[in-house]
């Protein structure tokens, strides 16, 4: 979740505290927006609810805080740059592959709206599927579940076959109330497989936590925040990277740090901004290399091919949140919350009706394996016998 809140002018609650947190005086003009008048006062009137260390995971948030998608599409965010991975699998030097790895990663977080704004909460049972077709012929898919209500979790699996990539894993949002502040901590992790070293078995990469500062004075402004690890146990590097936050009186926002270790030995070190350009430098050669340039190849972000919302099932998220999206995009905010509420009113209901048979939902693409949500598909190991099964199984095939 990209964050909680459009950012909010000082006006709404005041003059702002000169110097006090939630202040930005450096943000990108791009991270702001100001609400009007009535947007204010709801905003003023759902702080007023709130109690530090509060759990939000049942609080409603007023519809023009939204970002139109559901956050089982926002993940594909992480697909956008399949040029930074693909081929990975032909470097010799484990090392190398590992810093591919990362500049997948990475290379995902610099897609954001508007502001500060929050995705849809996927409800229990929706899904969100969609193909990549890539300029040599070649094809991605991609399939997200909400798989759990209580906890909150997000379940996903992408591949590329013939491009011998897999990634797959869930996340798992917990939010709540600091004061001036809203966190998530996203619990869960990615796990990447190069399906051309077998003897590669995986990358682990956990997720940095989200922050709107400025709720009750300042301009609001999104943050990443804390530190999360990318791994692979079998060639024993890992790295630690440190999103950094603004300091109350120095630093910068979107600043990453990181330092990648080889058998204990520091190799490399990364840093530069999530949302410009982050660099690597090699600890033995001092040569920097830029990892990912958000600025200059941020547009280049691989198109997604969704089937038409007639021909998705009633719980496909794009068709599900069809009327919300619509009244979001119109600026239709009693019309928007109408429909926001009919999508979590129907969720309720269903949840009524499935306690009271006394069944246990059922997930239709992912089941629980050693603790873990993995895709029901089990891939052929022939990659045009994979590219093919992912098609059937997610009716996603290109039309010959």
Not at 87 to 101: K, Q
């Amino acid at each position: 979740m990209m964050g909680f809140f459009s950012s909010a002018s000082s006006h709404i609650r005041g003059t702002a505290h000169k110097g006090e947190e939630g202040a930005p005086t450096d943000s990108e003009p791009y991270d702001t927006e100001e609400l009007d008048e009535n947007e204010g006062s709801i905003i003023t009137s759902l702080i007023s609810q709130l109690r530090v260390g509060m759990d939000l995971s049942k609080v409603t948030f007023p519809t023009f805080v939204l970002e139109p998608r559901s956050m089982l599409e926002r993940i594909t965010d992480f697909m956008s740059h399949p040029d930074l991975i693909f081929g990975a699998e032909t470097i010799e030097d484990p090392e190398e592959r590992f810093i591919r790895v990362l500049q997948y990663y990475l290379a995902g977080w610099h897609i954001k709206p508007k502001g500060v704004k929050k995705p849809y909460n996927p409800v229990l049972g929706e899904f969100f599927r969609c193909r990549y077709d890539y300029p040599d012929g070649s094809h991605g898919y991609y399939i997200a579940e909400q798989v759990s209500h209580h906890p909150p979790i997000s379940a996903f699996f992408y591949a590329s076959p013939v491009n011998r990539v897999l990634i797959k894993g869930e996340l798992r949002p917990k939010s709540k109330f600091l004061g001036n502040s809203v966190s998530t901590n996203m619990e869960g992790e990615n796990r990447v497989y190069l399906l051309g070293r077998p003897d590669d078995p995986e990358y682990v990469i956990t997720m940095p936590n989200m922050y709107a500062r400025g709720i009750l004075f300042g301009r609001m402004v999104q943050e990443l925040g804390d530190t999360c690890t990318a791994k692979n146990d079998k060639d024993d590097i890992h790295c630690d990277l440190d999103f950094k936050t603004k300091g109350f009186f120095s630093g910068t926002y979107n600043a990453i740090a990181g330092r990648v270790r080889h058998k204990n030995t520091e190799i490399g070190e990364i840093s530069g901004r999530w949302s410009h350009v982050m660099e690597y430098q090699d600890s033995r050669t001092k040569r920097k290399r830029v990892l990912f340039d958000a600025v200059k190849d941020g547009q280049n972000v691989t198109t997604k091919w969704v089937p038409a919302e007639d021909k998705q099932e009633p719980n496909e998220s794009r068709r599900l949140w069809k009327h919300l999206t619509q009244a979001i995009d119109e600026k239709d905010m009693e019309k928007a919350t109408t429909a926001k509420s009919a999508v979590e009113d129907a969720q309720r209901e269903q949840r009524r009706v499935t306690e009271t048979s006394g069944k246990d939902h059922v997930s239709r693409f992912f089941e629980v394996k050693n603790g873990r949500w993995e895709p029901k598909l089990v891939l052929p190991t022939d990659p045009a016998e994979a590219d093919r099964a992912m098609a059937d199984w997610l009716g996603l095939a290109p039309t010959p």
